[in-house]
């Protein structure tokens, strides 16, 4: 059974910088592409960046330039560097793994909140 979960989140200063990580289990995940989306309180889930299974990167516009996703195929771990977060970054971040239905599995969500 696959298994993901996230970890990370919390409280960041706008300015500063975070770290979310996702490590799913049960399957192995190098052939699957990876991403963390977000979703605001009133607003729908969108993708904040996502990673091929050969490394191609695509980010939102909203955090090109402060937010790196990079992938550990050895760990099975996803990673989401989130660096001069504003407080509109604040969301429920959610990172999946995706090679076609019906392989997409989600984690449970962390929250990020970036205030002073």
């Known amino acids: 059974q696959v298994q993901v979960v996230e970890s990370g989140g919390g409280l960041v200063q706008p300015g500063g910088s975070l770290r979310l990580s996702c490590v799913a289990s049960g399957s192995i995940f190098s052939a699957f592409n990876m991403g963390w989306y977000r979703q605001a309180p009133g607003k729908q889930r969108q993708l904040v960046a996502a990673?091929?299974?050969?490394?191609?990167?695509n980010y939102a516009d909203s955090v090109r330039g402060r937010f790196t996703i990079s992938r550990d195929n050895a760990k099975n771990t996803v990673y989401l560097q989130m660096n001069s977060p504003k407080p509109e970054d604040t969301a429920v971040y959610y990172c999946n793994y995706d090679r076609g239905w019906p392989e997409v599995y989600w984690g449970q969500g962390t929250q990020v909140t970036v205030s002073s």
């Open positions: 990673i091929t299974s050969g490394g191609t990167t």
